[in-house]
């Protein structure tokens, strides 16, 4: 039986969580690993950095491939956006 990889935020250091990509998108279902850290630096620093550069109310959360080791901003527009797409760790694949 082989172990389950954990990965790690780089900005707060919490555990990621796997949260599954909607059907349509670019990712096309796979599972990406998520930090959802309300406190994350990375997270925080988002909404002034969003407002301030676009004008937009939005932030975003570390998101990683665990496939292809790939890593970058996952846009949320709220505090509780994407959370519903997070796995429970039983129905990790």
């Known amino acids: 039986m082989s172990e389950k990889k954990s990965y790690t935020c780089p900005h707060c250091h919490?555990?990621?969580?796997?949260w599954r990509s909607p059907d349509l998108t670019?990712?096309?279902g796979k599972i990406q690993m998520v930090c959802m850290n309300d406190d994350c630096p990375y997270y925080v620093r988002g909404w002034e950095h969003m407002k301030k550069n676009y004008d937009v109310v939005a932030s975003y959360?570390?998101?990683?491939d665990p496939e292809t080791g790939e890593s970058g901003p996952?846009?949320?527009w709220s505090?509780?956006?994407?959370k519903n797409q997070?796995?429970?760790?039983?129905e990790i694949p």
Do not use: D, N, Q, Y
């Open 86 to 90: 997070a796995l429970p760790e039983e």
């Open 79 to 82: 505090p509780t956006a994407l």
């Open 74 to 76: 996952l846009a949320v």
């Open 14 to 18: 919490s555990k990621l969580i796997p």
């Open 26 to 28: 670019t990712w096309g």
């Open 61 to 64: 959360r570390h998101r990683l």
